[in-house]
């Protein structure tokens, strides 16, 4: 999958940009705040119609403009194919067009131009607290399942609901007739979330413990432990036996959910750990362990979505170089050989040789 060409037109701080592509590695430099990542994230964008840090599409709009255009030129699936968005500053919604076809939704383009990004703080994620970890494990399965996708988003709306019914009972107690129904939803759901996430993860682990193998020089033995409710005796079990052992779980916190006003367990609260050589990365690990470790997630995630494609999907490692020192950096470079990259760097150094440099300075591009 590669990206030849990209049209933005007041998206972020670019007014208008026309850029052809490298196949390969692309470096972005420029100082801070001229738009490095703003590009990354269109470019994430195109494929996923998702951003990484947008909370709502209108900030992706140039200020004060009254839409945003972004048209990417992929190459993906043998062919040569167009992918190309509308977005507005308020709430009318985004128009969509695939090779000049109105589509519904980003669902779609499932599998069209998916990307990987690595920013600085996915380095830390083995040592931070779960919420990053599930949304990074979150990210990369929606990518991979669109039923995970819809799965999920089903499962947070019943648990806000829930939620919601916790909280309105304090002053209208009748409402907690209803909550068994809830409770029923999201264990039918919740089954069907660790189903997938155990073997996802169970995949993820296999594929970074080879990556991890290969920089250690075999020292070191990474594993990967999926950690659910702990009614739920095997994740791999079928839905209806881990539908059943959340029930179970549920019902002796039927009291304390209560009591609490909150909703305390399901698998909105699963984790994962490492281990290196059966040691816990996240109690033990040290600064160097735990970066390796990361890198070799990320370019696991990278590897599974390869696989299921059958092409590497582009990525995007946004400021992450030079967060590593020169061994890591060239483990990493060295391993992705093959596929499209973006790098952001505020200053080139070494990494100049490597590609096709964009320089950037305040939303415009100077290229070389
Ligand atoms: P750094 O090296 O610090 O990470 P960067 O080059 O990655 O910098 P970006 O985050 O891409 O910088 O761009 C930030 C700039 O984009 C900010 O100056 C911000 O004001 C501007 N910006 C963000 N959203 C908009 C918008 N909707 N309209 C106009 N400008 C915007
Ligand atoms: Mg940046």
């Known amino acids: 999958m590669n990206l030849n060409k990209l049209y933005l037109q007041d998206f972020r701080n670019y007014r208008e940009l026309e850029l052809e592509l490298d196949s390969g590695v692309n470096l972005i430099v420029g100082e801070n705040a001229q738009g490095k990542t703003n590009l990354l994230e269109a470019i994430a964008y195109l494929g996923s119609g998702k951003s990484f840090r947008a ?72 040592k931070a607290g779960s919420a990053p970890r599930r949304r990074l494990g979150d990210q990369a399965l929606c990518a991979l399942r669109p039923n995970y996708d819809a799965a999920l988003t089903e499962y947070q709306r019943i648990l806000e609901q829930k939620n919601r019914i916790l909280k309105d009972r304090l002053e209208n107690p009748a409402v907690v007739e209803i909550l068994p129904e809830y409770n029923a939803r999201l264990c039918q759901v919740g089954a069907l979330l660790i189903s997938y996430r155990a073997r996802f993860y169970d995949a993820l682990g296999k594929a970074a413990a080879a ?85 070799s997630l990320k370019l696991a995630q990278r590897e599974l979505m390869g696989r299921e494609w059958g092409e590497e999907p582009v990525l995007l490692l946004d400021d992450v170089l030079s967060e590593l020192d020169a061994r890591r950096q060239d483990f990493v470079l060295n391993q992705i050989d093959r596929g499209q990259v973006f790098i952001t760097c505020c200053e080139p150094g070494r990494f100049t040789k490597l590609g096709k440099t964009i320089e950037i300075r305040q939303g415009r591009i100077e290229q070389e």
């Open 55 to 126: 909370q709502k599409t209108a900030e992706m709009v140039r200020f004060s403009a009254p839409f945003a255009e972004l048209e990417g030129r992929i190459f993906s699936q043998s062919r040569e194919q167009s992918i190309r968005w509308v977005l507005f500053p308020a709430s009318r919604p985004r128009i969509l067009q695939q090779n000049g076809v109105k589509k519904r939704s980003a669902g779609e383009l499932f599998g069209v131009f998916p990307t990987v990004l690595f920013c600085p703080e996915d380095l830390l994620i083995l």
């Open 211 to 295: 990556y991890h193998d290969r920089f250690s020089g075999g020292r070191e033995e990474f594993t990967l432990h999926y950690r659910t409710v702990s009614t739920v005796t095997d994740p791999f079990a079928p839905v209806e036996v881990l539908r059943s052992q959340l029930q179970e779980h549920l019902q002796s916190h039927y009291r304390a959910e209560l009591e609490s006003v909150q909703c305390l367990t399901g698998p909105h609260k699963d984790d994962f750990d490492v281990l290196l050589n059966g040691i816990s990365l996240k109690s033990f690990g040290s600064q160097g362990q735990t970066r390796t470790a990361a890198i």
